[in-house]
């Protein structure tokens, strides 16, 4: 089981850092991607990070704005987001897989999924 945490109200232009931890057990070798799900629309991919190589991937709509870490002494795998939009307005999910599906982009790719975190931006 995993859990996101970190959303939050931000306005336009401001930054939030989302992060992803999982009970019991240690993320740091894990694969974990982040979608969104926005309000009236389908959950999309954010951004993935490998477990092995540590190779990071990102939504063309991110790109320059979002960055995917670990942080191996927190055990978590957190997403800094900055220059927030509007249109970044979601529920944030963090997904984990053993190794990084072939279809990253995809969620049901992932195994395990924890709860949202929402996250709002103000115009």
């Known amino acids: 089981q995993l859990q996101a945490s970190g959303g939050g109200l931000v306005q336009a232009g401001g930054s939030l850092r989302l992060f992803c931890a999982a009970s019991?057990?240690?993320?740091?070798?894990?694969?974990v991607g982040w979608f969104r799900q926005a309000p009236g629309k389908e959950r999309e991919f954010v951004a993935a990070i490998s477990g092995n190589t540590g190779r990071t991937y990102y939504a063309d709509s991110v790109k320059g704005r979002f960055t995917i870490s670990r942080d191996n002494a927190k055990n978590t795998v957190d997403l800094q987001m900055n220059m927030l939009k509007p249109e970044d307005t979601a529920v944030y999910y963090c997904a984990g897989h053993w190794v990084l599906p072939t279809r990253y982009r995809s969620q049901d790719e992932y195994d395990y999924w924890g709860q949202g975190t929402l996250v709002t931006v103000s115009s």
């Open positions: 019991g057990r240690s993320v740091s070798r894990w694969a």
